[in-house]
């Protein structure tokens, strides 16, 4: 089994792209996406940029949303969580979801490729926006936690 790298190995990176609402580290280069707002969500939002990175062992998400209207950032958690066991693209999908503070936490489990994964990451936002941030990583790979751990306490929130 080839090991991955612990955090000081990388070059981590600190992104706080302008009007993204949010900065954070990241172990290598971001990418940004476009994302395309499904015809049926196109009159709840009006706006979505998404960051990704990716690795042989951690991949992360990191996308804002601007709504038309004030959104409940539980009921968006729930709606995504839904939509995630409905695509069915992760086999063996299991997530839970705990709102503490001004954040939504999520846990969860999956299996690809008949490898162990771990999906976490939290639910950020208030009124007309919302960031929902994504970190899977492998769990045969004990270094992936502190990696894990790094990017999701770098989220800041930017005024």
């Not at 949303?65 to 995630?84: C, G, I, N, P, Y």
């Amino acid at each position: 089994m080839s090991r991955s790298p612990n955090t000081t190995d990388l070059d981590w990176r600190k992104y706080a792209p302008e009007g993204f609402g949010v900065s954070f580290e990241l172990p290598g280069d971001a990418i940004e996406r476009p994302y395309p707002v499904p015809a049926v969500l196109q009159s709840r939002i009006r706006a979505a940029r998404v960051f990704d990175y990716s690795d042989e062992h951690v991949a992360v998400n990191i996308g804002h949303m601007v709504f038309a209207q004030h959104t409940d950032l539980k009921r968006l958690a729930e709606e995504m969580k839904s939509s995630l066991y409905r695509s069915g693209k992760l086999r063996d999908l299991k997530i839970s979801l705990v709102p503490t503070g001004d954040r939504i936490l999520m846990n969860g489990s999956y299996v690809p490729d008949g490898r162990d994964a771990d999906l976490q990451g939290f639910f950020l936002g208030s009124g007309e926006e919302a960031w929902v941030i994504f970190v899977h990583t492998l769990r045969e790979y004990q270094e992936t936690k502190a990696i894990r751990s790094r990017i999701l306490d770098s989220i800041t929130r930017n005024p």
